[in-house]
């Protein structure tokens, strides 16, 4: 119940197009739903984040979508330019248990 | 600059060795949360200390042990190594209890030999 399910594991967008990167999950406790950006050799870094009260949040380049009866949530990444070539983690907060749940990654690539 | 600092950045050691991982926090957040991130099981949540306490725990071994200072930096100590504990450690910090907009450091890169 605390898994996050976070595909695909790998995009490859061409400089332009959108990057779309989809999350579920089981347990109806999570309450806050952040977004990671980790470049190699770096920390993740909070990019983008989202709480079950609003359907989507917007924020640059950077959108969430987040549909609560489906227990989805998705990044998506406008005009993706090549430096946003990266790692991307979804994750998800259960305030009861004070723990983040990570997805497993998806190492997107943005083509020039 | 995350402002959580970690060393050493690097770290190489034989299998049966004991190693101590360190973490300073961002100027003022009170808890410290270590992480594992290995290729084949992603990012897990190892322990949690917030003001000195233990406040939560995840998947860490019994040979794993962390503790926080009262300057607030951590200390993750990890014994009788084995080949499968070659990973990134990373510490992440946030002002309060609660692990939300957490602040990670750059890691710390364990390979053991």
């Known amino acids: 119940q605390q898994q996050v399910k976070q595909s695909p594991q790998s995009l490859i967008v061409q400089k332009g197009g959108i990057s779309i990167i989809n999350c579920a999950y089981e347990n109806t406790a999570f309450d806050y739903f952040p977004w990671y950006q980790q470049f190699p050799g770096k920390g993740p870094a909070l990019l983008i984040a989202i709480r079950p009260d609003v359907s989507e949040k917007k924020e640059g380049r950077f959108t969430i979508s987040f549909n609560k009866s489906a227990k989805q949530f998705s990044l998506h990444i406008m005009d993706s330019q090549p430096g946003d070539s990266a790692t991307y983690f979804c994750?998800?907060?259960?305030?009861?248990?004070?723990?983040?749940?990570f997805g497993g990654g998806t190492r997107l690539m943005v083509k020039p | 600059d995350s402002g959580v600092t970690q060393t050493p950045k690097h770290l190489i050691t034989a299998t049966g060795q004991r190693v101590t991982l360190r973490c300073s926090p961002r100027?003022?957040?009170?808890?410290v949360y270590w992480y594992q991130q290995s290729l084949d099981q992603g990012l897990q949540f190892l322990i949690q200390?917030?003001?000195?306490?233990?406040?939560a725990k995840g998947n860490i071994l019994e040979r794993f042990s962390a503790q926080q200072f009262p300057d607030l930096h951590s200390e993750l100590n990890l014994s009788s190594l084995e080949l499968g504990d070659s990973a990134l450690y990373f510490c992440?910090?946030?002002?309060?209890?609660?692990?939300?907009?957490?602040?990670f450091g750059q890691g710390t890169r364990l390979t053991v030999v």
């Open positions: 994750a998800a907060y259960n305030n009861a248990g004070n723990m983040l749940t």
């Open positions: 200390y917030y003001n000195g306490e233990e406040r």
């Open positions: 992440a910090s946030t002002r309060f209890w609660q692990n939300t907009e957490a602040f």
């Open positions: 100027s003022g957040d009170l808890s």
